[in-house]
């Protein structure tokens, strides 16, 4: 039942946003940020920052400050919906994301925001519409080209994901992602040389992006440097716990590097 209601909720939004679109040509909907108060947008610019750093409390003091400042601003109901999706408060993000679509309808940061949770909840698949309500709105946004890539391939649909990417590439040419979502087509083609050279060519996994480091490892297994996926898992697993991909590939790693005894007092306990 929430799953239809999901599907008849994007459904809508993307009707209300091709309707809104009509005879306007490839244009995105209006900005909020063009009229922004310049001390909004600095509260948000730092929310954002201390959200990047794990700084939860932070982030969330500088939204507050926001709201007081801007309460109808539909990218300040983004950045709470982000917060309280981060620290694991999933149904007061779901009534977030929904205020920033009240506000702001056709604004894609906000499909974008509902998209990435109807994905975490209910699986790649349920998501695209989403993501294709979010490019309506706004065609030329990288951000959303680049998660809307990632889910065609996670929902299996690798040819339209590469088909995605090329769109990013003529977006955003110098977009790491580029090179981070072409390496995981690689993987799954079965390449992977060349999918090491382009995650060492996007620099994500250098960065320790999470997802780029699961990669880099996943890369590490396949070619028997396993000591290596092993390291790398476990700053990953560090970082995200709840990650059970992450945690099911460090224990593979353990195993075939013959570290039994790592392997026990790691996992032994579960």
Known sequence: MICRRETRAALAALILTLTGCAGEGDTAAPDPAALRDPAVAILLDDADAAMAQGALAEAGSR????RALAPDDPDLWVAIARLR????EHFTA???ADRALELGPRHAPALLMRALMVRDAHGPAKALVWFEAALAADPHNADVWAEYAATL???????AMLRAVRRLAEIAPDDARVFYLQAVLAARGDNPALARSLLQRSGLAAREVPAAMQLDAVLSL??????SA????????ARQPGNARARELLARALLLAGREADLVARFGAE
């Open 153 to 159: 391939g996670d929902s299996g649909r690798n040819r």
């Open 222 to 227: 396949a070619s028997g440097n396993y000591d």
């Open 230 to 237: 092993a390291a790398t898992l476990e700053t990953l697993t």
């Open 85 to 88: 999706f981060r620290g694991g």
């Open 94 to 96: 779901l009534e977030a």
């Open 63 to 66: 939204l507050d400050a926001a």
